[in-house]
């Protein structure tokens, strides 16, 4: 196996037989807004359009203008992507703080509910408030259906793994409150 030659020129790069002046000509050509349009090329130079325009069609520049618009399309998604690949940690690094700080909280409550509920079995005095249980409760479907979409969007098949509450371990009071509350929340007719 031979080695690797020469890279090849790029399009957009100075061609041999290409002048200073055409050279000149054919970088403030690249730097024009779109639509680019030879004859301010050839005011901003110094150069007639007819120079202008001979020096577009010898070399090329429409091609060559082209090439360089697509790389610069790919420099910018490139880093679009990379941006977007940085936020995405970040929120990743968000997210999992809100969790454990919730989780901590959440046991913390479930702790001293658990508490109450061993002194004064027989209280009705609800957990949370109303309110409360349903600001959760819209938060968790909000926060499961966004995980869900992002699990989702990872995998190609689209399959996500179902998750399951065990309810089980609710008396008969927490279960009719837990209706209760899903019923106002609307995510149970």
Excluded: C
Excluded at 25 to 38: D, E, G, V
Excluded at 41 to 54: D, I, L, M, N, T
Excluded at 134 to 160: F, S
Excluded at 162 to 189: F, H, N, W, Y
């Amino acid at each position: 196996m031979s080695p690797p030659g020469p890279k090849p020129p790029l399009p957009w790069g100075r061609l041999d037989e290409e002048t200073e002046r055409a050279w000149t000509a054919f970088q403030t050509y690249l730097r024009a807004t779109k639509p680019r349009h030879l004859r301010s090329v050839g005011e901003a130079v110094g150069e007639k359009y007819r120079a202008v325009k001979r020096y577009s069609s010898m070399f090329r520049w429409v091609d060559r203008a082209a090439a360089w618009d697509a790389e610069q399309g790919r420099v910018e998604s490139r880093a679009i992507l990379s941006e977007r690949e940085k936020i995405a940690r970040e929120h990743i690094r968000a997210a999992s703080i809100m969790r454990r700080v919730g989780a901590a909280e959440l046991s913390r409550r479930a702790a001293m509910i658990e508490r109450r509920h061993r002194l004064n079995p027989s209280s009705d005095e609800p957990y949370l408030s109303d309110r409360d249980a349903i600001t959760m409760l819209k938060t968790g479907i909000e926060l499961e259906r966004e995980l869900v979409a992002e699990a989702e969007a990872r995998e190609p098949t689209g399959a996500t793994e179902a998750t399951s509450v065990d309810l089980s371990r609710l008396t008969p009071e927490e279960a009719e409150q837990l209706k209760t509350l899903l019923e106002k929340a609307g995510a149970i007719a």
